[in-house]
């Protein structure tokens, strides 16, 4: 079991452009979170998976930002036609549905510069 | 709507014990958190509670729980400069809920 992983970790684009981050889950965890954590703040909830299907979205999410979990393994997040204010740390955590479904697990995060 | 609160800044001398105190305005908490961020680093869960519970002792980590007034703490026995991070309380309301994160405070270690 090697985490949750995240990829890229470092991601600088300029404003306008498409950008789109992976999330890989603990394998078997069904259930998987997006979280944008800014300077000096906690991570804010994004969005959640259980398996495929897309079950929260936060307000945060705006019609700029999509995320899919195809085959209810991994994940991506894009954001389209970047904006400065999006500039942030990107957060994937992931969980079981047993015993232990309570504990969220995180990965390293990608942290996006918009230039 | 739902808010965790807490400290920004804490310092204590190695060796003391460290008490981080949070605030959370849900009453319908059922799992709480304390999550650990070492510079450079994801969040690590350190520990956690459930709100029927008052109290939860691993190790070196004492979390206290008193629901009536939506108050939680962390205490740190032994304090050691690998402690120095920034832990954020967190909160939700089922286990496959979203978690709400406080601010974070940031422990710095005195020699």
């Known amino acids: 079991d090697t985490g949750v992983s995240q990829d890229p970790r470092h991601k600088i684009t300029k404003r306008g452009q498409n950008v789109t981050f992976r999330c890989d889950p603990i394998?078997?965890?069904?259930?998987l979170y997006w979280y944008r954590q800014t300077l000096g703040q906690g991570p804010e909830f994004l969005t959640y998976f259980q398996n495929e299907a897309q079950l929260e979205k936060s307000r945060l999410l705006s019609d700029r930002f999509s995320a899919e979990r195809p085959k209810g393994s991994f994940s991506t997040l894009e954001i389209q036609r970047t904006e400065q204010g999006d500039s942030a740390m990107y957060l994937c955590?992931?969980?079981?549905?047993?015993?232990?479904?309570?504990?969220?697990?995180f990965g390293p995060g990608t942290r996006l510069t918009v230039t | 709507g739902e808010d965790v609160e807490q400290s920004l800044f804490l310092s204590v001398r190695e060796g003391d014990s460290s008490v981080i105190n949070c605030t959370y305005t849900d009453s319908s908490s059922t799992y709480l958190y304390w999550y650990k961020q070492e510079p450079g680093a994801g969040l690590q869960l350190l520990t956690y509670?459930?709100?029927?519970?008052d109290m939860k002792q691993d190790q070196r980590l004492t979390v206290l729980l008193n629901k009536k007034d939506k108050h939680l703490s962390l205490r740190i026995a032994d304090t050691q400069t690998g402690d120095s991070a920034i832990y954020f309380c967190a909160d939700s309301y089922s286990s496959a809920s979203k978690i709400i994160f406080g601010s974070g405070t940031r422990l710095s270690i005195r020699p």
């Open positions: 509670i459930f709100s029927n519970m």
């Open positions: 394998s078997e965890h069904n259930r």
């Open positions: 955590a992931s969980s079981s549905t047993g015993q232990s479904s309570y504990e969220q697990y």
